[in-house]
């Protein structure tokens, strides 16, 4: 089945200036390790196919097919705010662009090898990393939010060096573009505004074609991704999802999130955190990422400036801060059960984040047991099970809190019970902590074996329905074990 797929790989047409044609460095022995079934059907191809002899030696660069165009794409970008003037892939190929029944989709293979982008690096992604990456992507669709997706993951025998010796392995990644910002930035500080303009072009054809051959299509180009920019990181704010690493290379031109590296869901809230050990100082905490996304946006904004009109361009990312807003809100509304917004709700919001970062409640718990308070049992329906036993006494202002946001919720004009049950489909049972990913990975590592991987990814699939069989995954790990920071080596 995987022959007759039908690959239309447009980005290669563009020609050397943009990438480098490069065959994959096959992985030692492939053995599969996951296969994503929803990435399977967006595909339109079977899970068996993947699962195949075939299709892991696809999947690992033991085996090209004519119809892959495998490439390395070439694009810069600021770094924890310097540039850096050359990037581009150093581990991962583009293998082509597939045309499915719901639109083209970029089949990357991460883990590849070496390129004329490594620089010195190896070119072997670790079979950490990929596990990581791979419950990221299934974990963000569960949740609704714009991302890049994992098709499936092989690990081989390969020993690959870091800060220990891994196991390497392949990720095929899918996503609908891999261009980046700092794909831009390249050709615009190389001063290629031909190849530039082209770049462009390609981008507005690709992803918003209503606008090709029009004057002030390259304004729009900005606009488009300012938009999908803002809306992106507010969606990442309203369930408390960190990146980590939000250089401009990271960043997609259409707004998925894309390289899953040190990321993590924040777990008792603190505005502050900081998900990736390697930042020293905070530039990518959580509290930072909107004021982040706009300082991308106007990197973006420079590298297209040969091609746009200042001022329109100044009015698109004065719109980022208002885009941003009234998504979050939004998506806070709806977790709060409000149908609409009513005088005093900020108050109230700003009390309820005060009460969070002060007992240091766990952030996804905290709003799911919110849905069932109950005015006339707040203790054991919701301060008891959010704080425990023994930390009661410790709760009488968020009881206060509690008590007046009821309040306002019976203000609705539905049923408290349709409250909840709407709240409950806003507000997730379970979140990708970064606890439960390493005990994925421990197991994989030290037996061999991917139940715990299998069983996480099943819940973060559906992770506003339960499972019952899966409840170790319900509640936040240890206070000593919360809110673990990793870092960037993969």
Not at 191 to 215: F, G, M, N, R, S
Not at 370 to 381: C, F, M, R, V, Y
Not at 399 to 416: F, I, K, M
Request: hydrophobic share 35%; net charge negative.
């Amino acid at each position: 089945m995987l022959e007759h797929l039908k690959f239309d790989n447009s980005f290669d047409k563009l020609g050397s200036d943009f990438a480098t044609r490069v065959n994959p460095r096959p992985l030692v022995n492939p053995k599969l390790v996951c296969v994503d079934s929803k990435t399977c059907e967006l595909l339109g191809i079977s899970k068996d196919s993947v699962s195949s002899e075939n299709g892991v030696n696809m999947f690992s660069g033991n085996r090209v097919p004519p119809q892959f165009a495998p490439l390395a794409m070439v694009y810069a970008g600021h770094q924890f705010g310097g540039y850096s003037s050359q990037l581009g892939d150093g581990r991962g190929l583009l293998l082509g662009e597939l045309n499915t029944h719901s639109g083209k989709y970029d089949l990357h293979l991460k883990g590849a090898g070496k390129t004329p982008y490594s620089r010195f690096g190896d070119g072997y992604a670790v079979l950490r990393s990929c596990i990581r990456e791979y419950l990221a992507g299934i974990a963000m669709r569960g949740l609704g939010i714009p991302t890049s997706h994992a098709l499936c993951v092989v690990r081989g025998d390969n020993a690959v060096t870091r800060e220990t010796i891994e196991p390497a392995a392949t990720l095929t990644r899918v996503a609908r573009s891999h261009i980046r910002f700092g794909s831009f930035e390249y050709f615009y500080y190389t001063q290629q505004h031909t190849q530039l303009e082209q770049l462009a072009d390609y981008a507005v054809e690709q992803y918003i074609p209503e606008y090709v051959d029009k004057d002030g299509r390259f304004n729009a180009l900005l606009h488009y991704t300012t938009e999908q920019t803002a809306k992106l990181i507010a969606a990442w704010q309203a369930v408390g999802f960190c990146h980590g690493v939000m250089n401009t290379d990271n960043m997609s031109i259409i707004g998925e999130t894309l390289d899953y590296g040190p990321y993590g869901f924040m777990e008792a809230y603190n505005p502050t955190h900081i998900c990736n050990h390697s930042d020293t100082y905070g530039r990518y905490a959580y509290d930072q990422q909107p004021s982040i996304g706009l300082w991308n946006l106007n990197a973006l904004a420079a590298a297209l400036s040969p091609l746009i009109d200042r001022d329109q361009a100044r009015a698109s990312l004065e719109s980022y801060e208002g885009i941003l807003t009234k998504e979050y809100n939004s998506r806070m509304t709806k977790k709060l059960g409000f149908l609409s917004a009513k005088q005093g709700d900020a108050k109230l919001i700003n009390t309820m984040f005060i009460q969070l970062e002060q007992l240091q409640l766990d952030y996804t718990l905290f709003f799911r047991l919110l849905a069932l308070a109950k005015a006339d049992d707040l203790q054991s329906s919701f301060i008891q099970p959010l704080l425990g036993c023994d930390n009661i006494a410790k709760g009488e202002q968020l009881a206060a809190w509690a008590a007046e946001y009821l309040t306002r919720r019976q203000l609705e004009d539905v049923p408290q019970a349709t409250i909840t049950a709407d709240m409950n489909h806003h507000n997730p049972i379970y979140c990708l902590r970064n606890y439960f990913a390493q005990q994925a990975i421990d197991e994989a590592y030290q037996q061999g074996t991917y139940s715990t991987l299998e069983k996480l990814a099943a819940v973060l699939a559906a992770p506003f329905t339960s499972h019952p069989n899966a409840s170790e995954f319900e509640t936040p790990p240890p206070s000593e074990l919360a809110n673990i920071a990793v870092s960037c080596s993969s």
